[in-house]
């Protein structure tokens, strides 16, 4: 009967990800805030208080989450693991840094904050050092998850982000061991807090030594079976038995299997087994994300609003506040601190172990621990958010910086030059060209790693939006010669050839087209004349296999000529028929 009421609840989660995970994913709110909210839904703190009322709503609910939990725990691990496979040792030894320094100090100065503020608004010293310590860490699993959602984990902030959580997974043993302190008398927390450490760092050296000695060979003799299904099971039983000896040594058995993959990475099989993992992670991570949901109960959060509402802001702002002094003093750049802060402010899935084991040893009252744990819950479901705001402030704060290093600040008097609008390969081979026949230009580009990169070449590039005639204006725009759009992104093409024709109607325009239907939209917005990407690239091919055949050079050239004119023909003939041309609309 039991095996029926697990798999009752099984179903009950997968009905609820069908619908509520692809609602999110439609309206771009990402994937882990769905599985949050549907496990709000279906726990017994959202829809199990309308059982008593509305008995259908029992078919509905998962009563107890904790039947699920070991296999959210799986997700932590398979996640955990597949980004060790992707950073491996060497590439580990870049974040070592931020690791130790900014990791470190994150710990250190969030515990501190809210041990002291707690003790200011009157808690006792194990209830705020307990608080300190729970809500100090932050969730590895939706903080990762988010950012390989908005693809930024191998940004500066996801090499950030990872450090730090590395380091607080690793103090999961000095925490727990100083819970464990705090319940007897007399104990001493500091030699308890450098032997939790030391103790990590030699379970930590352990696994790397043993798995070293033992995995590669293991791995190779399945790999020479040539059976698939035995490299998965050998890889599963090497994530779980990592996981399980970190975690009987007191450490996040998340660490475990993140070293399992950092073994692993070093292996020719690496790229095979993200693949096969990929669904197993998935599925047990949706299962974890939901569990963190069931845990918050909507009825004594909405009787308590004011409480938790103020509790959870006053957390945010301290973990900000710490997390962003930690990230300068490690010599982080403004805008990475600012992101990574963001990113960090919730708290995260070790808290509930903290709180459970401090109630059991009556170190912090339970009904503090309960609303502790809702705070801390709660956090967890604001991280994306948090890390959305945090990506946004950190984009705005580089455009400045750039705006400011590299921007236009005044018409500088040019004349009779040309303006060339994005300055990627293609926009530099056209300054080059122009260059070596002494004619002036100026680019513009809001990518500030292209913008660095020309004005150290002695280029004339400035940090802007092709886009905004007010800036092409600062750049001459009325007295220059033509206009190049050679943007990557066609949208911005598109609106860089409008901008111009609305401002100076008879100004020349030329344009990069990706593709002949985008040609055909540059030339309907006013584009003078159009270079589709597609043509030039046939031609050149055509140029090759004509040498090939043995056709003098003159002769090649001639007839890519008349090939080349005999396309632009073409495509000036479509846009001139009414047939095959539509009004188009540039948003502004």
Not at 434 to 455: C, F, M, R, S, T
Not at 536 to 555: H, K, T, Y
Request: aromatic letters at 6%.
């Amino acid at each position: 009967m039991e095996h029926v009421v697990d798999a009752r609840q099984l179903l009950v989660f997968l009905i609820a990800a069908g619908i509520v995970v692809p609602l999110f994913q439609h309206l771009k709110l990402g994937v882990v805030l769905g599985f949050l909210i549907a496990g709000i839904a279906v726990g017994p703190g959202g829809f199990g208080h309308l059982v008593p009322l509305y008995p259908i709503f029992g078919y509905a609910t998962i009563k107890d989450a904790s039947v699920m939990q070991g296999l959210g725990d799986l997700g932590i691990m398979f996640l955990l693991f597949t980004i060790g496979l992707e950073l491996s040792f060497a590439k580990l030894g870049s974040v070592g840094r931020l690791m130790v320094g900014a990791g470190g100090l994150q710990v250190a100065l969030s515990t501190a904050a809210i041990y002291g503020v707690a003790a200011a608004l009157g808690f006792q010293f194990d209830d705020s050092l307990v608080f300190g310590m729970a809500l100090a860490l932050s969730s590895t699993a939706i903080v990762t998850q988010s950012l390989v959602e908005r693809q930024r984990l191998g940004a500066p902030v996801g090499r950030t982000a990872l450090g730090v959580l590395i380091l607080q997974d690793m103090m999961v043993v000095p925490i727990v061991i100083i819970v464990g302190i705090l319940g007897q008398e007399g104990a001493s927390v500091g030699a308890s807090l450098i032997k939790g450490i030391a103790l990590a760092a030699v379970v930590v050296v352990a696994v790397v030594v043993i798995g070293r000695t033992i995995i590669k060979p293991l791995m190779r003799l399945a790999g020479a079976t040539g059976n698939r299904t035995l490299l998965i099971a050998l890889a599963l039983l090497i994530i779980v038995g990592t996981g399980a000896i970190t975690s009987h040594a007191g450490l996040s058995g998340a660490l475990g299997a993140f070293l399992a993959g950092l073994l692993l990475s070093e292996t020719e099989y690496r790229h095979q087994l993200d693949v096969d993992i990929e669904p197993f992670r998935d599925l047990f991570l949706g299962l974890f994300f939901m569990t963190v949901g069931m845990t918050i109960d909507v009825v004594a959060v909405m009787g308590q609003l004011p409480l938790v509402l103020g509790a959870l802001a006053l957390l945010i702002s301290i973990k900000l506040a710490a997390g962003y002094v930690a990230c300068r003093l490690a010599w982080m750049p403004r805008s990475v601190s600012i992101e990574t802060t963001f990113v960090l402010a919730g708290a995260g899935e070790f808290a509930f172990v903290v709180f459970t084991l401090a109630a059991r040893d009556n170190v912090v009252a339970p009904d503090l621990t309960r609303l502790a744990a809702t705070i801390a819950a709660l956090s967890m479901v604001v991280t994306p958010f948090l890390g959305v705001i945090g990506a946004r402030l950190a984009a705005y704060l580089d455009k400045r910086r750039n705006q400011s290093a590299h921007g236009v600040s005044a018409d500088e008097g040019y004349a009779d030059h040309v303006i060339i609008g994005g300055f990627g390969r293609f926009g530099a081979t056209v300054a080059n060209l122009l260059q070596a026949e002494g004619i002036p230009y100026v680019g513009l580009d809001l990518n500030a790693e292209h913008v660095e990169h020309a004005k150290a070449e002695g280029q004339t590039v400035f940090f802007g939006d092709a886009t905004r005639p007010e800036i092409l204006e600062r750049l001459g725009g009325a007295r220059a010669r033509s206009f190049v759009a050679t943007p990557d992104d066609a949208g911005v093409a598109e609106k860089m050839v409008a901008a111009v024709r609305q401002r100076w109607p008879d100004a020349v325009v030329h344009a990069r087209a990706r593709s002949l239907g985008h040609a055909r939209a540059l030339l309907d917005l006013g584009a003078t004349d159009v270079v589709p990407e597609a043509l030039e690239g046939s031609l050149q091919l055509a140029g090759l296999i004509l040498a090939d055949v043995g056709l003098p050079d003159d002769a090649i050239d001639q007839r890519l000529s008349v090939a080349r004119e005999a396309a632009r023909a073409q495509l000036r003939e479509d846009f001139s028929d009414p047939a095959t041309v539509r009004p188009r609309a540039i948003d502004d």
